[in-house]
């Protein structure tokens, strides 16, 4: 299983989300923890972004994630849709 690292900018856009969604992230994250590929998380590279990955949360909201080294996964953006592939 990645280590998930969830830095204090992911967090502050997390804190903005309406609650029930944090709670999808919350689950999405846990998810990912346990298995990337996992189908509901619908996992895909980002086109343009070389490196960078998205998760689905919802039918609305994504999160982007990136591999470091050590079977670690960063957390980079969570947000609507369209907003998180414009800045993933």
């Keep these: ?8 900018s992911f967090r502050e ?3 903005k989300l309406p609650k029930d969604v944090r709670g999808k992230v919350q689950k999405a994250i846990r998810l990912l923890a346990e298995n990337p590929r996992h189908p509901s ?10 490196g960078i990955y998205e998760a689905r949360v919802d039918q609305s909201y994504r ?5 470091l080294p050590g079977d670690k996964l960063r957390l ?3 947000g609507k ?8």
Excluded: N
């Excluded at 999160?63 to 591999?67: H, I, K, Q």
């Design 13 to 15: 856009l997390f804190c």
């Design 1 to 8: 299983m990645p280590e998930i690292v969830i830095p204090d």
């Design 76 to 78: 980079r953006v969570v």
């Design 63 to 67: 999160m982007t994630y990136e591999r």
């Design 41 to 50: 998380l619908q996992t895909k590279p980002v086109e343009g972004a070389p």
């Design 81 to 88: 849709h369209d907003d998180v592939l414009k800045k993933p």
